[in-house]
């Protein structure tokens, strides 16, 4: 999966306004390193915890995180990918990273000054 590292910075300082700061982007960037390493296997076709024919391959109008976007809808971007990956994963990854993804998802449910987070709009 190819991911602009770059926008993981700026993903990173939306966390900053996070209730549990640290916590939220230590899971940020431990998500976004798996998906880098399955991105990796998905083209080399190797894997120990997925199958990269399955989870390694993710569509890519998911790719896309706005510099815009509150951090509620990227949060939300994040999870597009990972539900959509989930599928090709074992049990054990699943036990690992998928409370980090709820967690996440929980902790940043509300827009900007806690109004409702916005729709997110994919690319076609």
Known sequence: ????WENLTKFLYKMTWATYREKSQSYVKTIFEQWAELGKAALARSGPACDPKKAGVVPCKFLYFPHTEHRCQLVKRM??????????????????????????????????????????????
Do not use: H, R
Not at 1 to 4: P, Q, R, V
């Open 79 to 124: 999870a597009t990918i990972f539900e959509s990956m989930v599928g090709g994963c074992n049990y054990s990854w699943k036990t690992k990273y998928a409370p980090m993804m709820v967690y996440l998802l929980q902790n940043n449910q509300e827009g900007k000054q806690g109004k409702a987070c916005e729709e997110v709009k994919y690319l076609n």
């Open 1 to 4: 999966m190819g991911f602009d």
